[in-house]
C-alpha cells in the first residue's frame, strides 16, 4: 500500500555541515509531499511542501525536490544552524483524506 | 500566525474514566483532524471531520473513541472507557480546504496519562 519512508531515526552532525534527511514514498497516486518540523515541546509545523511544476521549494535555508524516478523527497541544507535541532518528518496522503507521516528523524546539530 | 489551541496540556486519568480531549481550531477552518503520537514514535492518523461528519477513520480509531464539534465550538476527542494503551500525546489540526495540497496547522498537543 501507500507508504512514507524515512530510514533514519537519528542525525547528529556539527554546526556549519550539510545535512540530507531521507524520504521515499510508495504511491499509486501523483504524490504531494511534506516537510513538517516539530521542535522540542511545540506543534508540528511546516516546513516544504512539494510542488507539481518541479519548482524546488526552499524554507530557512532547507530544500527538497522530488524525484518522481526514485520515489523521493529528501531534505537538504548546506549548513546546519544548532536551532535545526528538532524532530523532521515526512508526510504524504495515500490518495485518501488523510496526511500520512514517516517514523521521523531527530536531528541534533551541536556546536 | 494562525493558531490551533488544545486544552489541557497534560490529563492524567484512571483506566476505565471517560477523558475528553479539547481543540480550538483555527477560527475559519473547515476541517479537523486527531493525531495520536505514543512516546518515542511517529504521529499516527486516527479520524478527520467535516461538517459534522467523519470523513475517514483509520483502525487506531477504536469503538470506545467518538469525535464532535457541537454548533462551532470545540472540536473534541473522547475516550469513553480509557485504556491503559490509550496513553499518548494527542494532535489536534485544522485546515481550511481539503486537498492533497493542504496544509495542516498543529496544535501543542494534549499529553494523556491512563493510570
Known amino acids: 500500500g501507500d507508504s512514507v519512508t524515512q530510514t533514519e531515526g537519528l542525525v547528529t552532525l556539527t554546526e556549519g555541515l550539510p545535512v540530507m534527511l531521507n524520504c521515499t514514498y510508495q504511491?499509486?497516486?501523483?504524490?504531494?509531499l511534506f516537510w513538517y518540523v516539530q521542535h522540542l515541546n511545540e506543534a508540528p509545523k511546516l516546513l516544504l511542501k512539494?510542488?507539481?511544476?518541479?519548482k524546488r521549494p526552499e524554507h530557512q535555508g532547507f530544500h527538497a525536490t522530488l524525484h518522481k524516478s526514485s520515489s523521493s523527497f529528501h531534505l537538504q541544507k548546506s549548513s546546519a544552524q544548532l536551532s535545526d535541532s528538532a524532530l523532521y518528518y515526512c508526510?504524504?496522503?495515500?490518495?485518501?483524506?488523510?496526511?500520512?507521516f514517516g517514523t521521523g528523524t531527530t536531528v541534533s546539530v551541536s556546536p | 500566525g494562525p493558531k490551533v489551541l488544545q486544552i489541557p496540556s497534560h490529563q492524567i486519568i484512571d483506566m476505565g474514566q471517560m477523558v475528553t480531549l479539547n481543540c480550538d481550531p483555527v477560527?475559519?477552518?473547515?476541517?479537523f483532524y486527531w493525531y495520536k503520537q505514543i512516546l518515542g514514535q511517529q504521529m499516527e492518523f486516527l479520524v478527520n471531520?467535516?461538517?459534522?461528519?467523519?470523513?475517514?477513520k483509520s483502525k487506531l480509531f477504536k469503538d470506545q473513541f467518538s469525535v464532535e464539534r457541537p454548533d462551532g465550538s470545540y472540536f473534541t476527542l473522547k475516550i469513553q472507557p480509557t485504556a491503559l494503551e490509550d496513553s499518548a500525546v494527542y494532535f489536534c489540526?485544522?485546515?481550511?480546504?481539503?486537498?492533497?495540497?493542504?496544509?495542516?496547522?498543529f496544535g501543542h498537543g494534549t499529553k494523556l496519562s491512563v493510570l
Open positions: 512539494s510542488f507539481t511544476d518541479n
Open positions: 477560527s475559519n477552518h473547515l476541517y
Open positions: 489540526a485544522s485546515s481550511f480546504r481539503q486537498g492533497s495540497n493542504e496544509r495542516l496547522f
Open positions: 471531520f467535516y461538517n459534522g461528519k467523519v470523513m475517514e
Open positions: 508526510a504524504g496522503y495515500q490518495g485518501g483524506r488523510a496526511l500520512i
Open positions: 504511491s499509486t497516486y501523483s504524490p504531494f
